[in-house]
């Protein structure tokens, strides 16, 4: 599955899993880019973009865990499921705090793993949403981040102006520029985003 919501990655060094395991999700609607390197995974991905990667926890080179960590150190928002045929409750626990999405032993049910999937790739696009806003939110000016603070609190733009000293119409403008520069278009869609400034 390539769309808008993200890519679906499996990397493994043993091919007849990685040729198993396409073919296995193919039949539930994903399409698998495989890598049976985690290295060449991390050079050729986007790792920026949403999307989830299956990782076999034990190969050579590159681990699983290695692979995770890595996505972590540069903030990817890249979900990781684990499948293994290794694992133990200590690996499981420590994927798990370390973020991961799900953990699985081989051989793996296809429609667990399909469930996972798509559990995945659904918390890639809030992350990747979320890190968007971010990158927006850091556009903003101080005096637009001042605004933004305090229209999402509830106050009116004459209550703002007050506040911060300045017309109505100054806060007017400021108050169109934070909605353009965050991509929203009405108040609902600004009030949705007043966590980013908690």
């Given at each position: 599955m390539v769309d808008e919501c993200g890519s679906i990655y499996l990397v493994d060094d043993d091919l007849a899993v990685?040729?198993?395991?396409?073919?296995?999700?193919?039949?539930?609607?994903?399409?698998?880019?495989?890598?049976?390197?985690?290295?060449?995974?991390?050079?050729?991905?986007?790792?920026?973009a949403p999307g989830c990667v299956i990782l076999d926890s034990r190969m050579p080179g590159l681990s699983g865990e290695r692979i995770h960590q890595r996505l972590l150190?540069?903030?990817?928002?890249?979900?990781?499921?684990?499948?293994t045929g290794h694992g133990d409750v200590p690996m499981v626990r420590e994927a798990f705090l370390q973020g991961a999405h799900d953990f699985f032993q081989k051989p793996v049910k296809?429609?667990?793993?399909?469930?996972a999937l798509r559990e995945a790739i659904g918390v890639s696009q809030q992350r990747w949403e979320l890190q968007r806003l971010r990158c927006r939110l850091s556009g903003l000016t101080e005096r637009e981040l001042s605004v933004f603070r305090l229209v999402?609190?509830?106050l009116t733009n004459k209550q703002i102006a007050a506040e911060l000293?300045?017309?109505?119409?100054?806060?007017e403008v400021h108050r169109a520029r934070v909605m353009s520069k965050l991509g929203v278009e009405n108040m609902a869609e600004l009030m949705s985003l007043a966590h980013l400034v908690a």
């Open positions: 990685l040729d198993s395991l396409c073919f296995l999700m193919k039949s539930y609607g994903f399409e698998l880019r495989c890598f049976n390197c985690g290295a060449t995974f991390l050079e050729t991905v986007d790792l920026t150190e540069v903030g990817s928002p890249i979900a990781v499921i684990f499948l296809g429609q667990d793993l399909a469930r999402v609190k509830g000293f300045v017309t109505v119409r100054t806060i």
